[in-house]
């Protein structure tokens, strides 16, 4: 099973990005999946899960409002919509299943003030 984030970049303050997370192995039907973020010397954060049914998703205080989660109909990707975005989210994003250990390779953002 492997995960593989994509689709950081360099963005502007108050701009918009998504973030893909591809699943190859199994699919995120049967599992809540989520999106953390983690900065140099600091813990990794968490940002949003989504059920695997996709029918409840729940946010950090610090990106509910901005950040939405999302999953394809296959349900073998996931998403991180992004708008909004601030200096202060910058960070590794990554996507993940912590209770089964499974973490993707994470993909850069980085936000311009």
């Known amino acids: 099973v492997q995960l593989q984030a994509y689709g950081g970049g360099l963005v502007q303050a108050g701009g918009s990005l998504r973030l893909s997370c591809a699943a190859s192995?199994?699919?995120?039907?049967?599992?809540?999946m989520g999106w953390f973020r983690q900065t140099p010397g600091k813990e990794r954060d968490f940002v949003g899960t989504?059920?695997?049914?996709?029918?409840?998703?729940y946010y950090a205080d610090s990106v509910k409002g901005r950040f939405t989660i999302a999953s394809d109909n296959a349900k073998t990707t996931l998403y991180l919509q992004m708008t909004s975005l601030k200096f202060e989210d910058t960070a590794m994003y990554f996507c993940?299943?912590?209770?089964?250990?499974?973490w993707g390779q994470g993909t850069q953002v980085t936000v311009s003030s």
């Open positions: 993940g299943d912590p209770p089964a250990d499974l």
């Open positions: 989504i059920s695997g049914s996709g029918g409840r998703t």
């Open positions: 192995g199994r699919t995120f039907s049967s599992y809540d």
